[in-house]
């Protein structure tokens, strides 16, 4: 008997957590959906054009100094319709709006007990966050409220400025109370008032879980909508991970994630931060996280009068021409292939029988597709109505042939459709020797080509033990018939080829790569023509020089978002000028200023400005 009451509640709690698994997949579908929202950071800041909160924390000026741009913050042009009619065009379907910063100011008329507020204390006298989501709601689109448990502004928060401490929570438990019954008070009122979709938390890393009482938290405002999404920046059991301005090289671990990401290196708007990144490559950016199955959001930074600046208004117009046109191919998708399969990022759709290719260049001699076991029934190109060849290689690889005029100027998307949900096998495009790739044969030298670059990756470089000289010079190959245009290309390019070995992991650059013997210059094998600019991510060291293989050419490289303060690298840009492109295979040589080091940690928040 007693065996088997044991069963029964075994069969009990095993049914409650698949329930509770359950629910909370429903509870997340439409977030994991979307795949695109735009988070606004909205604030005083805004006046001066400085960090939001930060600025006074850190001392770059003092608090009442900051505190005095509630006089110029007017929102006098504020046009929150236009706004939400501008991110729904973007393609977005959700937007998360800063409430309340660290700074204490909140954007709406807050009742709590001497709460700084717009509505009361700025030269705007309005509630400026109602009008605004009653306009995200009029549209259809999710509403999200972000929201700072930090209040450096407010006389009962324990933290002040970074050399300033008011008091020990430990010391004063009752007045630390007094501030936790207060932030608490305000995010009932934003949950009775506003009924957001989702509330983004920022600034857990200046208390315990326990200290900011979450628990109580959760429980206060699950109760007034038990779908509430909450990011993990209230404790450790938020329901989605934050990565914050660095792509994941690797897929993060929770099921669920969004990259908070900037279009130039600020949140808030600073009129003097020019470094914005071009619409390819925030594209680019979104479809690295469609590719591992999250979301991104990304952040505008509006004026104190409520305008919204050029280069971002153009960012999301550019957007959303991209994002209607291959809508298929975001929304309601999930993680794509595994590393190997196709040089470029993957989704498929939820019953697995769609691959979606994302396909950043153009390549006349054809887009290889690696380890398909599945039947492939048909495979277009979104946005384009004319037809696509494809031809079957060996190993269940495929060669894809795209006509000129249906490239897409930013991100071409190929759709690939199967007789089933799709079966890989291993993506092996055949190891080559140095005797094949040079002899004359029915395979495009192209192919050969692609297949030198495939081995080198793999540390299988076939010229390794070949009569191959260090500068090409006198290369005799000892092959006939000779296949004339490999072997003007392995000549060329005999730098990368000479004595290299493997490349570095996939994730860190979207292609092959080889390593030089002392793994001081990397190696970057670019097909076809790229849309935008080549980027390398996770990459440790500094750069010393960039070059063209095989000509010479100097090229120039960007960083963007490699912020001082964070270990995490910023992403390489490098424009390679069109009429430097080699017709079947381009090689760039990165010299290093040390022996290769990269990055591949997890990226998570933020903790400093």
């Known amino acids: 008997m007693l065996h088997k009451k044991i069963i029964v509640i075994i ?9 509770a698994q359950s629910n909370q997949t429903q509870k997340m579908q439409w977030f994991a959906d979307a795949k ?3 988070f ?12 939001e909160s930060w600025a006074f924390y850190n001392n770059y000026l003092n608090h009442d100094a900051y505190m005095k741009q509630l006089n110029g913050f007017n929102a006098a042009k504020y046009n929150p319709q236009q706004w939400v009619q501008l991110i729904k065009e973007s393609g977005a379907k959700y937007a998360i709006i800063t409430t309340k910063h660290h700074d204490g100011v909140a954007l709406w008329d807050s009742k709590a007990v001497n709460a700084t507020t717009t509505i009361k204390h700025s030269a ?6 109602s009008p ?13 409220l972000y929201y700072s448990l930090p209040d450096w502004s407010y006389q009962d928060y324990n933290v002040f400025t970074r050399e300033t401490k008011r008091y020990d929570i430990n010391k004063e438990p009752k007045r630390w109370d007094k501030f936790v019954n207060y932030y608490q008070t305000q995010l009932n009122e934003l949950s009775a008032q506003f009924k957001p979709d989702l509330l983004w938390f920022d600034g857990n890393w200046e208390h315990s879980s326990t200290e900011w009482h979450t628990d109580q938290t959760r429980k206060s405002l699950l109760s007034y909508n038990p779908d509430l999404i909450i990011n993990s920046r209230l404790d450790e059991h938020g329901d989605y991970e934050t990565p914050e301005q660095g792509v994941p090289i690797v897929k993060p671990e929770g099921k669920y994630w969004e990259l908070c990401y900037t279009m130039n290196d600020s949140w808030g708007y600073q009129p003097y931060d020019k470094k914005y990144k071009s619409t390819n490559m925030i594209i680019q950016t979104l479809v690295e996280c469609l590719a591992m199955g999250g979301n991104l959001l990304l952040d505008i930074g509006p004026k104190a009068d409520g305008t919204i600046v050029p280069e971002q208004l153009a960012i999301l117009k550019g957007l959303g021409r991209w994002t209607k046109k291959h809508a298929e191919a975001i929304y309601g998708t999930i993680a794509g292939l595994p590393k190997g399969h196709f040089i470029g990022k993957t989704a498929l759709s939820k019953d697995g029988k769609t691959l979606y290719l994302y396909l950043n260049h153009q390549d006349k001699s054809g887009v290889l597709l690696q380890g398909i076991r599945s039947k492939i029934t048909q495979i277009s190109v979104l946005g384009y109505a004319g037809k696509i060849s494809h031809w079957r290689l060996e190993n269940d690889n495929y060669l894809i042939s795209i006509p000129d005029l249906a490239y897409d100027k930013d991100v071409t998307v190929i759709k690939v459709k199967l007789n089933e949900a799709i079966e890989l096998s291993d993506p092996i495009l055949g190891d080559i020797s140095y005797q094949d790739a ?40 000892g092959v006939n018939p000779l296949d004339q245009q490999v072997n003007d290309w392995v000549v060329k390019n005999v730098e990368a080829l000479h004595k290299t070995r493997k490349g570095i992991e996939q994730g860190h650059f979207e292609g092959k790569t080889a390593l030089s013997a002392d793994l001081q210059t990397l190696f970057l094998f670019v097909e076809g023509k790229p849309n935008g600019p080549i980027a390398i991510k996770g990459l440790k060291n500094g750069i010393s020089r960039i070059r063209v293989v095989g000509e010479g050419t100097m090229l120039d490289h960007s960083i963007y978002n490699k912020l001082y303060w964070s270990k995490v690298p ?12 080699d017709a079947n295979l381009t090689v760039i040589s990165v010299l290093l200023d040390s022996p290769i080091e990269l990055y591949r940690e ?8």
């Open 11 to 19: 069969l009990v709690l095993c049914g409650l957590k698949a329930g």
């Open 36 to 38: 695109f929202g735009i």
């Open 40 to 51: 606004i950071h909205w604030g005083i800041y805004s006046v001066n054009g400085i960090s």
């Open 124 to 129: 705007a006298k309005l509630d400026l966050i």
């Open 132 to 144: 605004f989501v009653s306009a995200l709601k009029n549209v259809g689109l999710k509403t999200g």
């Open 438 to 477: 040079l002899t004359k044969s029915t395979e495009p030298a192209s192919l050969k080509i692609k297949r030198i670059a495939a081995a080198c990756q793999k540390g299988l470089n076939p010229f390794k033990d070949s009569p191959l000289t260090v500068d090409g010079l006198n290369f005799n190959t």
């Open 570 to 581: 910023g992403i390489i840009y490098i424009d390679i000028p069109k009429d430097r492109l």
């Open 602 to 609: 997890k990226v998570t928040a933020i903790e400093s400005n």
